[in-house]
């Protein structure tokens, strides 16, 4: 899995490569805790990611009741359907705006 972190005026972009499992959530959430403590808006690019499992949705819901208690905002870009269906099925889905691209998810903040 790689990670990538870069600021954007009031908000932090955060892109993730490969599968967010049972191995390596805790290296993501570790590598991006503290940076997301930081901010009140974060969108992160999931594009290339191929499958999140219950750990992974664990930290993606970390994520978003630390923004949440900011009144900030996370959006998620780059869902693939198959992940989409996870987050549906489990409710996760109605925590996070989706958006398409990078461009409307910055736009939105």
Known sequence: MNVNITTNEDSII???EGSIDSKTAGDLQ????G???ET????????GVSY???AGLRVLLMIYRQIK???GKVILVGVSEEIRDVMSMTGFINF???TDSIENALNSF
């Open 14 to 16: 955060i892109t993730v």
């Open 30 to 33: 570790s590598q991006i805790m």
């Open 35 to 37: 940076t997301v403590a």
């Open 40 to 47: 009140n808006n974060v969108l992160l690019d999931l594009s």
């Open 52 to 54: 999140v499992s219950s």
């Open 69 to 71: 208690s900011k009144n």
């Open 96 to 98: 996070f705006e989706i």
